[in-house]
């Protein structure tokens, strides 16, 4: 990865480009689905963990902090993967004191993390059959006889109900496939509302379902169910109570615990089907599976199901270095419970997702009226209350600008029996409306089948029934990459997702008490299928290959797709190298060092041709090998539209199958050697450089990002001539990435300052009072993640006079966007900081100020001052300035507003 070299560092990884951030507090803030723990934190010491040092550390800082008075409750501890305590401040105005410790390395806000997919739906029909007849491993299976007997799978999820008769039926007995595992948790535990675990004896799911449905996707063996792996031995780490307890959630601390237990227990594979949210490579919890991965276990993620929000939306811990994270494709088949309606002119039998909230299942036995209402707001979306009642009727909706239990609450307080929430395409998600305030059955159906409902009730009235009969009908979208899945690159420019594997409508095992089988889609579903094929390739290699290796077979075996929407193949930014073929994987003959090619950026002016060097092993011992190359451009990607404007949904070209593309908008790639095919000796290794040159045709105001793939066409010399092809995708930025701007460009509202609670901008010159109640709101919007966000107030003279509250943040995710919006802010509340901590406090002074945001642009050094994106707001006058001395910092740092709510459209 060229440009960009990682080095062990802060928290065991750090940038080398860059120079470190001199403060050992962090305020690190990720946007979209990961929110903070207030007053929890990581403490990070010194040494290295699993040292003599790294004990003597934990013994230092107990004195440390009985010797300085220092109030923490000690949540955990860990010296594996992470060097370290997790623990809750009591008392927040000690925490620079904390950081001062001389154990202390740095602190970190501790994290919450969500679940990848929603609530089951009923018993349908089997249909992972599908999928493997289109990965590989029914032939796997089949011909080769893996099953990934003799490797151990960690699944760090919600548990597993071990006692399913397709999962063994069995805990910890001779012959059991679950030999490891803890529960770290309880059934009562979510880091929201019950921030302290009560762990159970045994991981036993019984009230979710999300890991039992992951284990089996890997290692089910029944008639209904045939996971990946059916012979893998089985690790669980429960770090997720039962649903409904509050907001569905575990801290980061507890992830990390299980990570380290799964670390003992000395996994071969561990699967993560969580996440969420813009992430980092520097969040803990991908360091700490990057650490696994140098430990030779190999490490399989979620990519995230933030796909809607566009670029930058794949998640920790899938960013960690060598992680495979894996984006999710639909299946071939979609199963499902039906709805039958009956019209006045025509009667249809559709399928549907699987339920919100388990707790209310989608069963009308007798005939329910359906109906299409706006809301209050004149919208079909149902995100403001109605103006007329639906007394027992189902509510037809269409998704979009709120959130599915915000719909639901409208619906149930206008009486509705239930909802159908039509999506954007034919794709069935899985919903989440979740809400102990909510009674009433909501699911999902397809565009085409909710326009159809609407076209009948303009002929009259529609009515509903749904019972216990299953429908399986072909997917149109099936081999497509899932709607939801999330896009890359990573905020450094490494390409994301590695990979993509089935996670559409997946039906797989789910707790005995919950119906025994479901179907659920997610990236969630598709990490676990990965993890499968990792046991099976390790199996065929009798575990004689590195992580890297495994990696390297899973990605460059993988198949990538056509842009449907486009000409060539779809962005390597949503699909990774493609779908992935296990049966490839295991019989593959060479691999090619690296895998996949970020090539940064290319500088307007320069020359466009950049030059990569890779490697070829030919593995065969006893046959030659000829390399040539074919080039496939693949869609180029912006998040930009041709007036600059940000959008959510990026933009492709070519804009469809019909556009002329002319050569020079269009990437191209050749290898540099007069003299193909280039032959590799058996069991021999050969460089072969590759010049990749970035389109010409294409506005470097467009900001594109291009790519493509490398195919690599192989061909032994052996008897029956065999031959394979394999692929590495490239992806670049058109332009200078580092001077890419991080904050919304001002013709679209942001940033702006404000009297808290007005949307009014405040004015030049404009004159404001700030007391317990009267307060300037300072909303900004970031369109790019930046490693260090600065917000602080300066006076007329551009003086710097300190930093407001939540005003020095580090590795900050993007804002999605929605038609409500959605963005940050900061206030300023009467305290200025005089310190990046932002622990010494000031009262601010009566006087004429601006605010002033700083964002560092991508790649950038935070010591260089060049490198930022600044921004002043207009002049304004503060009068007078009447503090409330009895509210505490903590409390002024935590003033919020909605800005910081996270919609799901």
Request: no cysteine.
């Given at each position: 990865m060229v440009l960009i070299t990682r080095v062990l560092g802060l928290l065991g990884l750090a940038l080398a480009h860059a120079l470190p951030l001199q403060s050992k507090l962090s305020q690190k803030s990720a946007l979209g689905l990961v929110e903070i723990q207030h007053g929890s934190y990581f403490v990070e010491f010194h040494s290295e963990p699993a040292t003599p040092a790294c004990e003597e550390e934990h013994a230092q800082f107990i004195k440390q902090i009985r010797v300085a008075g220092i109030n923490v409750h000690m949540r955990n501890s860990f010296r594996r993967l992470f060097n370290g305590v997790a623990i809750d401040l009591l008392n927040g105005s000690q925490l620079q004191r904390l950081a001062a410790l001389p154990t202390v390395k740095r602190t970190w806000p501790m994290q919450m993390r969500s679940r990848s997919t929603a609530i089951p739906s009923s018993n349908v029909l089997p249909n992972l059959m599908f999928a493997h007849k289109h990965t590989g491993v029914d032939k796997t299976h089949k011909e080769l006889g893996l099953d990934g007997t003799g490797v151990k799978v960690g699944v760090i999820d919600t548990g597993v109900d071990y006692l399913h008769p397709d999962l063994g039926g069995c805990w910890k007995t001779p012959g059991c496939p679950f030999q490891f595992g803890s529960d770290f948790v309880g059934d009562g535990y979510d880091s929201g509302t019950t921030p302290y675990p009560h762990p159970g004896p045994y991981p036993r799911d019984t009230c979710d379902g999300h890991g039992t449905h992951v284990a089996g996707i890997i290692a089910a063996k029944g008639d209904k169910v045939k996971g990946v792996a059916p012979g893998v031995t089985l690790g669980v780490y429960r770090i997720f109570g039962c649903p409904g307890n509050g907001t569905g959630q575990a801290a980061d601390d507890v992830i990390l615990k299980a990570m380290e237990a799964a670390h003992s227990d000395h996994m071969d594979v561990i699967n993560m089907s969580f996440g969420g949210g813009s992430g980092w490579s520097e969040d803990p919890l991908s360091v700490a599976a990057a650490r696994l991965v140098r430990d030779g276990i190999v490490m399989v993620a979620s990519a995230g199901n933030d796909g809607a929000n566009g670029l930058y939306t794949s998640g920790s811990p899938g960013l960690g270095v060598g992680v495979i994270n894996v984006a999710s494709f639909e299946n071939w088949m979609t199963t499902s419970l039906s709805i039958d309606l009956i019209g006045r002119y025509s009667n249809m039998s559709i399928v549907h997702s699987s339920p919100g909230n388990s707790k209310h299942r989608f069963v009308f036995e007798l005939p329910v009226p359906v109906v299409a209402p706006t809301d209050s707001a004149g919208s079909n979306e149902g995100c403001t209350s109605y103006n007329s009642r639906f007394d027992g009727q189902i509510v037809l909706l269409k998704r979009g600008n709120c959130t599915f239990v915000e719909k639901a609450a409208h619906a149930q307080d206008a009486g509705a029996a239930g909802v159908m929430v039509y999506n954007y395409d034919s794709e069935l998600m899985s919903p989440s409306s979740a809400s102990a305030n909510l009674t009433i059955p909501l699911v999902i159906i397809k565009a085409e089948d909710g326009q159809a409902i609407i076209d009948e009730l303009k002929n009259g009235s529609v009515t509903a029934s749904a019972t216990n009969h299953t429908m399986s009908v072909a997917n149109p979208l099936g081999g497509q990459v899932s709607h939801f899945s999330s896009w890359g690159p990573d905020p450094e420019l490494q390409l994301s997702p590695a990979v993509g594997a089935p996670g559409g409508n997946i039906f797989s095992t789910f707790p005995l008490a919950l119906g025994g089988y479901t179907s659920l889609s997610g990236t969630s579903m598709a990490s676990p299928y990965v993890a499968g094929m990792a046991a099976l390739i390790l199996q065929s290699r009798a575990k004689k290959v590195s992580t890297d290796e495994v990696r390297q077979l899973i990605l460059e075996s993988a198949h990538p797709i056509a842009d449907k929407n486009s000409t060539g193949l779809l962005s390597p930014l949503r699909q990774g190298s493609g779908l992935a073929d296990i049966w490839d994987a295991v019989s593959a003959l060479a691999i090619i060092e690296p895998p996949q090619l970020s090539l940064n950026y290319t500088v307007a002016g320069d020359v466009r041709d950049s030059v990569r060097v890779l490697t070829l092993h030919n593995s065969s011992p006893t046959n030659f090998l000829a390399c040539t190359m074919t080039h496939i451009a693949a869609s180029s990607v912006s998040s930009y539209m041709t007036n600059g404007s940000f959008a959510a949904t990026p933009r492709i070209w070519p804009e469809s199958p019909q556009t002329h593309a002319s050569r020079d908008t269009l990437p191209n790639a050749y290898i540099d050697n007069s003299t193909l095919p280039i032959r590799v000796a058996p069991g021999a290794s050969q460089e072969i450089s590759v010049h990749i040159t970035a389109p010409t045709g294409l506005r470097?105001?467009?900001?594109?990002?291009?790519?493509?793939?490398?195919?690599?066409?192989?061909?032994?010399?052996?008897?029956?001539?065999?031959?394979?092809?394999?692929?590495?995708?490239?992806?670049?930025?058109?332009?200078?990435?580092?001077?890419?701007?991080?904050?919304?460009?001002?013709?679209?509202?942001?940033?702006?300052?404000?009297?808290?609670?007005?949307?009014?901008?405040?004015?030049?010159?404009?004159?404001?009072?700030?007391?317990?109640?009267?307060?300037?709101?300072?909303?900004?919007?970031?369109?790019?993640?930046?490693?260090?966000?600065?917000?602080?107030?300066?006076?007329?003279?551009?003086?710097?006079?300190?930093?407001?509250?939540?005003?020095?943040?580090?590795?900050?995710?993007?804002?999605?966007?929605?038609?409500?919006?959605?963005?940050?802010?900061?206030?300023?509340?009467?305290?200025?900081?005089?310190?990046?901590?932002?622990?010494?406090?000031?009262?601010?002074?009566?006087?004429?100020?601006?605010?002033?945001?700083?964002?560092?642009?991508?790649?950038?050094?935070?010591?260089?001052?060049?490198?930022?994106?600044?921004?002043?707001?207009?002049?304004?006058?503060?009068?007078?300035?009447?503090?409330?001395?009895?509210?505490?910092?903590?409390?002024?740092?935590?003033?919020?507003?909605?800005?910081?709510?996270?919609?799901?459209?």
């Open positions: 470097e105001s467009d900001r594109w990002f291009y790519s493509g793939y490398l195919q690599f066409n192989l061909l032994w010399d052996d008897e029956v001539g065999t031959a394979r092809s394999l692929h590495i995708p490239y992806m670049g930025y058109l332009g200078n990435y580092t001077q890419l701007d991080v904050l919304s460009a001002p013709d679209e509202g942001f940033p702006y300052i404000s009297v808290k609670g007005s949307t009014d901008t405040l004015g030049d010159d404009a004159h404001v009072t700030i007391n317990g109640t009267h307060r300037v709101a300072v909303h900004y919007r970031l369109e790019h993640p930046t490693r260090l966000l600065k917000i602080q107030l300066v006076d007329d003279a551009n003086v710097t006079q300190g930093y407001l509250p939540r005003g020095y943040l580090e590795y900050m995710g993007r804002n999605y966007q929605s038609s409500r919006g959605h963005y940050s802010n900061s206030t300023i509340n009467g305290t200025l900081y005089k310190d990046t901590d932002l622990t010494k406090a000031t009262d601010l002074e009566n006087g004429m100020y601006r605010v002033r945001i700083d964002a560092l642009r991508p790649l950038r050094d935070p010591q260089d001052p060049e490198g930022y994106q600044i921004w002043h707001s207009s002049r304004f006058i503060i009068d007078s300035v009447s503090l409330d001395k009895n509210m505490t910092a903590s409390k002024l740092n935590d003033d919020k507003d909605i800005g910081d709510k996270v919609f799901q459209p």
